[in-house]
């Protein structure tokens, strides 16, 4: 999402903190997200970069060294939520930080693809190991189109509230890819938090702005968490970057975003510019 290009637009743009409706968002801010009021930074280190098929940018450019390193540095910096998913191949990245980082001290979002009862079992068990931790944070079903998702993943979807009450997992939600299925998601009483494509220009969205932010307003006036991605549309948003950065800080729909850095730099330069 972040490339080479977009680190000189930043260069040359001026570094001026952006403000969304006369109030000072910052990346670092703690946001407590949904119902299960789960704390983390309204910034979040994401992994999924051109990700699938358990790869992605930062985990084939960077390693397990240099994504724990990123991880640190956010962490350093004040941003304690970080993204990973099973199709990203993110999980013993986020494993090996712990090392350096307290688990409690972060909030580990996932994500899967299990639509039975047997395969959100053993993804769960294979995740907790992967990761080396005892309970995950966030759990979402993973890129969900079908309008009928819910009827699709009902086994999937009672293991994880199962999971929830022994305290496996802290809370639950979808990610969505289409706008059918965002539909269902705002409206949905298992859906607790919703990962959302949204930008100014409606670049890889599931419609335009203005719908998908009717159909979030909706979600929130239900009471969910809704997290924001492909803020910067892919990179579609490269020579955009402010202008990507105030549309999302200015959405109160959004509680936090995700984006996925590369290296030191560009993240340095996403804290500075957000604030």
């Known amino acids: 999402m972040l490339r080479r290009t977009f680190i000189h637009s930043l260069a040359a743009a001026a570094a001026v903190p952006l403000?969304?409706?006369?109030?000072?968002?910052?990346?670092?801010?703690?946001v407590a997200l949904g119902p299960a009021k789960v704390k983390l930074s309204r910034l979040a280190m994401g992994t999924g970069t051109r990700g699938g098929r358990a790869s992605s940018n930062q985990t084939r450019q960077l390693g397990i060294d240099g994504l724990s390193d990123l991880f640190w540095y956010g962490y350093d910096n004040g941003l304690t939520f970080w993204d990973s998913a099973d199709s990203y191949g993110s999980h013993p990245h986020v494993r090996h930080a712990p090392s350096i980082v307290k688990r409690e001290k972060v909030t580990i979002m996932t994500k899967t693809r299990a639509r039975t009862a047997d395969e959100m079992k053993t993804d769960l068990d294979r995740f907790r190991k992967e990761i080396n931790t005892d309970y995950l944070d966030i759990v979402l079903l993973h890129a969900r189109t079908s309008p009928r998702w819910d009827e699709e993943a009902r086994g999937a979807m009672d293991?994880?509230?199962?999971?929830?009450?022994?305290?496996?997992?802290?809370?639950?939600?979808?990610?969505?890819?289409?706008i059918e299925a965002l539909r269902v998601a705002a409206r949905h009483p298992w859906v607790e938090v919703d990962l959302a494509r949204l930008n100014p220009i409606g670049s890889h969205m599931d419609a335009d702005p203005a719908t998908v932010i009717s159909v979030l307003k909706e979600m929130k006036a239900n009471g969910k968490g809704i997290i924001g991605m492909k803020i910067l549309g892919e990179g579609d948003l490269?020579?955009?970057v402010d202008e990507a950065l105030r549309f999302a800080l200015a959405q109160d729909v959004l509680d936090c975003f995700t984006i996925g850095s590369e290296n030191r730099n560009e993240l340095a330069d996403l804290i500075k510019r957000i604030g």
């Open 159 to 178: 293991v994880l509230s199962e999971a929830k009450e022994k305290g496996l997992v802290r809370t639950h939600g979808i990610s969505c890819h289409s």
């Open 238 to 240: 490269r020579n955009r």
């Open 19 to 30: 403000r969304a409706s006369g109030t000072r968002k910052h990346a670092n801010d703690v």
